[in-house]
């Protein structure tokens, strides 16, 4: 009932750049926070920023200056702006969203499908 779609990943140069987005649509009464998160092989799956409803962004440090998160409320969509990349940030990225479906009271958390970002020359 609740979709989130991820799209913009692609491979790219070291020193280059990729805007990600993630799409929710659904019955949606209201968002919440909103957020990204990267999985690399063999790593445990970590967060890389996020961002509140008034636009108060927090970053993982490695990533700081480099990447920006922002969010388009009438559209609920949230972009990850991906700067100077590195192989290090080689990565499923992964959105993650805190809703309030329409006719709820309980807020759930829902995960979009996860797109595949490669930073190689």
């Known amino acids: 009932q609740v979709q989130l779609v991820e799209s913009g990943g692609g491979l790219v140069q070291p020193g280059g750049s990729l805007t990600l987005s993630c799409a929710a649509s659904?019955?949606?009464?209201?968002?919440?926070?909103m957020a990204w998160h990267r999985q690399a092989p063999g790593k445990q799956r970590e967060l890389v920023g996020s961002?509140?409803?008034?636009?108060?962004?927090s970053y993982k440090d490695s990533v700081k200056g480099r990447f920006t998160i922002s969010r388009d409320n009438a559209k609920n969509t949230v972009y990850l702006q991906m700067n100077s990349l590195k192989p290090e940030d080689t990565a499923v990225y992964y959105c993650y969203v805190f809703l309030l479906k329409s006719g709820t009271t309980r807020f759930d958390g829902y995960w979009g499908q996860g797109t595949q970002v490669t930073v190689s020359s």
């Open positions: 659904g019955n949606i009464f209201s968002i919440s926070t």
């Open positions: 961002i509140t409803r008034d636009g108060t962004t």
